[in-house]
């Protein structure tokens, strides 16, 4: 097992029995398959519900494990921006799920451009930061090196008018032309955390030695991250017909880049962030509050507690003892490793199935999900397993 718990012996000869049992049916985990989505239906609807069937299942394959299933290359670029290709290898990989877990789990449906608004700017923009592909993927270029360039990129990031600068050419004309067709304009309710886009922006040496050395510029730069998130949110907001009475609520981020700051540090440069949005768009105790970091950032928890998360998804070392002792109402979203996922490791996706169940059991408000992304290799067999483990363990 990928970490050592008090319950490993214990659940040992359970996994190993659903292991043995699914390779006596050719691979195929003894699951009820019509029965597993109707529990699911009824358990995702609030995983602390005192009446769900199970636990709700959030390992859900993506695009991401297309590649190795279909036995195709590797060709995310030709994935992301060739939509008739995409939506022929979506098939093709549909026509596998649904025989192996029962339903067509990947989109079919075809892209349509006439429906699609002009790209507003991002964050990473008025940062000056730039995107490049690279390995599979897009990487953000810095865009200051030193403290001198960070004042200067500081200085026109905060005098720029945000709205004229998000908002592309023709903007006014499609949003017009689109809402006609009943297509609403993009709002803003999810952002790359500031741990990771001050280390994308600046680097994370570099921020680190910022905090320790220049808490002037530091706390500068903060504030400019939290200010702009703030004014594109407002302006998108508005673009879409929404008031601050009115703008639909809660907040997400994803920071794996918070685990290289201590706690004091993270108070000093990210906590702010997460409060000046969480404060304007989930005010309420039901308002989203959500946090994605697959790093080992376990010492930040109790900070985090109080910022009141109610969703997160973290790092396979933070264990869900650990977060639910910190964050008593948040829904927990993992933590099966994502490599012991993606190598199909059988024996071990039922045994952390087991541990994180136990965990939590009392409490409720597991979603048994991988602890970070979804990543290519992991077959839809293992998907089945992890749905075998949960109808055959997991039942409340």
Known sequence: MSYSTPYRMEHLAMAQDLVRETQRHDGLAPVDLERFWGD????LRDPFGQDIPQVPFGAILTGECVYDELGIPVDMWRYEHDPSWRLSVNKAYNDKAEHIVG?????EEPFDPSRQYPKTKGLHDVFEAVNVWQDQSWWLQQSANTPDELEALLDRVERRDIRGFILPAGWDREKKRLQAMGVEPPIYRGQRGPVTFATSVYGPENLIFLIIERPDLARRFSMAIRDVMLEIARVLDEEAGYTPETAPRGFSFCDDNCCLLTPD????????VLDALFTRYSPDPGDLRYQHSDSAMGHLLPLLGRLRLNGVNFGPTVLPAEIRFHLPNAVIYGQLA???YSRNETENIVLEFLRDFEMVRETRGLVFATAGSINNGTRLTSMRLAMAAIQRFGRY
């Open 40 to 43: 699911q239906a009824e358990a």
């Open 103 to 107: 339903r067509r789990i990947l989109s």
């Open 265 to 272: 540090m993270y108070e000093f440069f990210g906590y702010p």
């Open 338 to 340: 994502p490599f012991t």
